[in-house]
């Protein structure tokens, strides 16, 4: 109600000052022809701004008042000559002619909002289908530009072994899935009531079929939704084929996994075998000639090899079981520096010759961790800068404590690591790629170190370059414990 008494408010208010100033200057106009030219310059005016009906109304009325008021003889209506009919056709006409014209003008204003905004809304869904990875994103980004804003309703129906399904998002019911099923099946656009269906064609062949249900019932251009629907076919191969080539990833990815486990094992595996079997062959054909020191120390060394075998392989069950979110590790107090002096002495006795300088700012710094897999984390990370850098480089080995944590460093000189992988090198099997030899390891030294360091609530952190351009720096954080007084 309100919203129509504005609309008369403008050609009311137009008519009435075109009235007060045709009866007020009066006696200054020449005549009845200048009053009639106001009445019609106010008659254009209602038109063009309120269209036809009011215009045709604004004329009626200023016929009366220039029949009644300003027409001789005054006050008085007269409608006898052809004198009197003038006014009132003239006005009508004048009515007539702007309020078609402003009524026009308005349809084409109309006209190019819609086409405007049809416009807009189809540049909008193009940038979003574009950036669209897949099926559920295309959905999202059909509901967000198209149906609040034009007043549709879209859905989406796909194709899978030959049927038409609808996608998640999307109309399941009966008629609509049928009325798509007739567009991919027909000549690619099907009608029915308030509904329309296209056939979405890629590039190669049919990828579905989309419904556009009009249910504002505003008027739209037809080719705006053929390009909309062009765009969403392509939109809907393109997430087809991306998940074509992440299936093809990943199953590039499986076997470059499934090739490190079996380079792991070959390496990991195959050498305490192999010290195994030579020293179990040694006592089998020359044992009655050992001495028993020999012999006890072949057999001391199957044990150990057994041992390693049995460690290396339960840790790897432990990690996996840690990645996967299994229940956590019991720990508990031991000394930091302890458990690098024993990894440092076992390692000095495999690298013969190399320096492992190791240095700590406290006499003793307490964590809680479990002792076998705590040892394990720290060797391995010895070991790689051991590996990796050259046979004259030291590798330093520093704890300290910084606050409530404790901070173990392990320095190289190495090659160093490439900033773009170096949070890489943490996944299981991953190993870096370089065109220099190098050596190879089996990519689970540093996984196996994070995911046990992480299981007691510390951090493994990596850096490279850190002397002159070369060496790396990995760094294990861990919560300090207070000793516990008896």
Excluded at 45 to 64: M, N, Y
Excluded at 472 to 484: D, F, M, R, Y
Aim: proline share 4%.
């Amino acid at each position: 109600m309100i919203s129509k008494a504005s609309a008369w408010r403008a050609p009311a208010v137009i008519f009435a000052v075109t009235a007060v100033l045709v009866i007020v200057l009066k006696p200054i106009l020449d005549g009845e022809v200048s009053s009639g030219m106001l009445f019609m310059l106010g008659i254009t005016l209602v038109g063009a701004r309120s269209g036809l009906t009011p215009a045709l109304i604004s004329a009626l009325l200023a016929s009366a008042i220039f029949n009644f008021f300003l027409a001789d003889p005054v006050l008085t209506f007269r409608m006898s000559s052809g004198e009197d009919l003038a006014p009132p056709l003239i006005f009508t006409a004048c009515a007539l002619v702007s309020g078609l014209l402003a009524g026009r003008l308005k349809d084409k204003t109309f006209q190019l909002g819609r086409t405007n905004l049809q416009l807009e809304s189809l540049l909008e869904t193009s940038r979003l289908l574009q950036a669209a990875p897949d099926v559920a994103a295309i959905e999202a980004a059909l509901a967000t530009t198209v149906p609040g804003r034009l007043g549709f309703r879209l859905s989406l129906y796909g194709l899978k072994d030959g049927t038409t399904e609808a996608l998640p998002a999307s109309d399941r019911r009966p008629e609509a899935l049928a009325l798509a099923r007739q567009a991919i099946e027909g000549d690619g656009i099907v009608r029915h009531r308030d509904s329309i269906a296209f056939r979405l064609d890629g590039s190669r062949s049919c990828v579905g079929a989309l419904v556009v249900e009009n249910v504002s019932g505003a008027q739209v251009d037809p080719a705006f939704l053929e390009a909309l629907a062009s765009l969403v076919g392509l939109a809907l191969e393109r997430a087809r084929f991306a998940s074509v080539i992440a299936e093809a990833e990943a199953n590039v990815r499986t076997e470059e996994l499934k090739s490190a486990l079996l380079s792991s094992v070959s390496h990991d595996l195959r050498t305490p075998l192999t010290a195994i079997s030579a020293s179990a062959s040694s006592l089998i054909e020359f044992g009655s000639r050992f001495d028993r020191e020999t012999s006890k120390a072949l057999l001391q060394g199957i044990v150990d090899e057994c041992d390693r075998l049995n460690r290396f392989t339960a840790n790897l069950l432990e990690l996996s079981r840690l990645q996967a979110g299994g229940p956590s590790i019991a720990g508990q107090v031991l000394s930091v520096n302890d458990v690098v002096r024993a990894v440092v002495q076992r390692l000095r006795t495999r690298f013969a010759g190399r320096e492992i300088s190791v240095s700590s700012t406290d006499p003793e710094i307490l964590v809680t961790a479990d002792t076998a897999l705590f040892e394990l984390a720290v060797t391995n990370v010895i070991q790689n800068a051991l590996i990796y850098s050259e046979p004259d480089m030291p590798v330093l080995v520093q704890s300290s404590c910084d606050r409530n944590q404790c901070v173990l460093t392990v320095t190289d000189q190495g090659c160093g690591v490439p900033e773009a992988e170096q949070t890489r090198v943490f996944e299981r099997f991953y190993r870096v790629k370089r065109s220099e030899p190098s050596p190879q390891g089996s990519g689970l030294g540093l996984a196996i170190a994070k995911g046990f360091v992480e299981a007691f609530e510390g951090t493994v952190k990596l850096m490279s370059p850190v002397i002159g351009g070369k060496g790396t720096t990995v760094t294990i954080t861990l919560p300090v414990v207070s000793e516990v007084k008896a």
